[in-house]
């Protein structure tokens, strides 16, 4: 799984800029407290070298109060990134949010979050990635926080390491062992693609992975500018698909310790331009 799991020992990079909750990771995420809104159903779409799939779901929302209106105003999206160390997380979520690929890392402590305001059909929405760390010994006190309230999934591996695609499996297992609904959009990404002499991962291979657990696959490169197309559209193929997914149709408010709560039913659009 990570650097200190069985298949695999491995390196400390380290998670270069960012806005974080980052190094460290044990002090209480405010990108955590405020929203949860969420998921049903729509259909995958194919973007670049992707694939399909589809699933369902309801979904509830729970704000604190005092930001209730401001959330509703401007959604925020969590997406957590997730796989082995030095897979490219980091690398990754720079090149989205930042549009560059960072010269030095550092293994990810705890977690780094970014965000990105993107616009889709006139809304801007903020995807916010948090750029998980593939270490054991860096993530065990926060992997509760990576997925509370997570809206999506973005699993990665190194297409030049077989042992982190064979890792998958048990990343998983531990996404599914914390109670991340199923119906939560996932999508599986291969990093490296310009190591071409190096791939150790078939694309067929991936793909029957990614079939067989309901995920669009996406292979690329952090590293390649002419990738970074294809590293946005893994994190603006699930906004697009969080965001049609979200008619919020509030049905039920109960007060919970300071904390509203909020039911709410979703409604499928199926108009998203990406
Ligand atoms: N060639 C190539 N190298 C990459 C790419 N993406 C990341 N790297 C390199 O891979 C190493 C690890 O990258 P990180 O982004 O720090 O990996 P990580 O998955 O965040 O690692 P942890 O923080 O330990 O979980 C760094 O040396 C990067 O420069 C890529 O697309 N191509």
Redesign the pocket.
Known sequence: M??DSPEEESR????GGGGGAGKGGSRRNRADDNVTILTSSMDFYRAGRSRASSSSLTSSVELSSSSLETSIQTRIFKIIVI??????????TFRFTGGS??DK????IGVDFREKPVEIEGETIKVQVW?????ER?RKSMVEHYYRNVHAVVF?YDVTKMASFRNLQTWIEECNGHRVSASVPRVLVG?????VDQIQVPSNMALKFADSHNMLLFET????PKESQNVDSIFMSLACRLKAQKSLLYRDVEREDGRVRLTQETETKTNCPC
């Open positions: 990570s650097k400390a990079p380290g998670s796989g082995d160390s030095n897979v490219g997380k980091t690398c990754l690929f960072p890392t550092e293994a990810t750029d998980t760390a593939g270490q860096f990665v990093n490296k693609c310009d190591l490169s952090a590293k390649d």
